[in-house]
């Protein structure tokens, strides 16, 4: 990282485009005549993401929507998650692209973008968050026991529990009603016991 806080690369990227920019000025007011270029692509833009939040870990799969989600040259498509953390095995169409979620270095929200050759998505368009969570961390369970039926209403105390979409009482044995109203509680109803 620099003192800008952007990658020389995407710097680079940056001044490229810049200078593309003027000389498109400088060609439409007469001053400089452009000749020889090829069809350029167009840059895209993120409408949407989904998830729009996972564990710090990464590794999970993102889905992005949006237009123009691939350039001239395919290969040069990357979803990037702030300035230089990318995700990997993306596969992309003109409007939708997955990619595995890369670790987050801190559990906060990341902008997210795609880049191709015709520019990246920063700025164009509404701007798109992912949001990494912490692990979460179990403390404490009420009540302690219940029925091998199932159905006990049952609180759980932790850290990090925002987002928690699934709580399990061992392998397969996932519980229903999932709530977390903060994150430090969560409340379930036990599943039924095999």
């Not at 999970?60 to 691939?70: A, D, E, F, R, S």
């Not at 987050?104 to 798109?128: I, K, W």
Request: glycine share 12%; proline share 7%.
């Amino acid at each position: 990282m620099t003192s800008s806080g952007l990658s020389p690369a995407r710097r680079r990227r940056f001044t490229n485009r810049a200078a593309a920019v003027a000389a498109a000025l400088l060609a439409l007011a007469g001053l400089v005549t452009v000749s020889g270029t090829a069809a350029a692509a167009e840059r895209p833009q993120v409408t949407s993401i989904s998830p729009a939040a996972g564990p710090q870990a990464g590794g999970n799969t993102l889905k992005i929507t949006g237009t123009n989600l691939v350039g001239t040259d395919p290969k040069a498509t990357r979803i990037a998650f702030w300035t230089d953390a990318y995700a990997t095995d993306v596969v992309c169409t003109a409007t939708t692209c997955t990619g595995t979620v890369p670790p987050g270095q801190y559990a906060t929200s990341y902008p997210v973008s795609l880049e191709t050759d015709g520019g990246d998505s920063l700025g164009h368009g509404p701007d798109v968050y992912y949001i990494y969570h912490r692990l979460p961390v179990v403390t404490g369970i009420s009540p302690t026991s219940g029925t091998a039926a199932g159905g006990t209403q049952v609180t759980i105390t932790g850290t990090s529990l925002t987002g928690t979409t699934s709580i399990a009482f061992g392998p397969g044995r996932n519980a229903t009603n999932v709530s977390c109203t903060s994150s430090t509680t969560c409340t379930a109803t036990t599943p039924l016991r095999h």
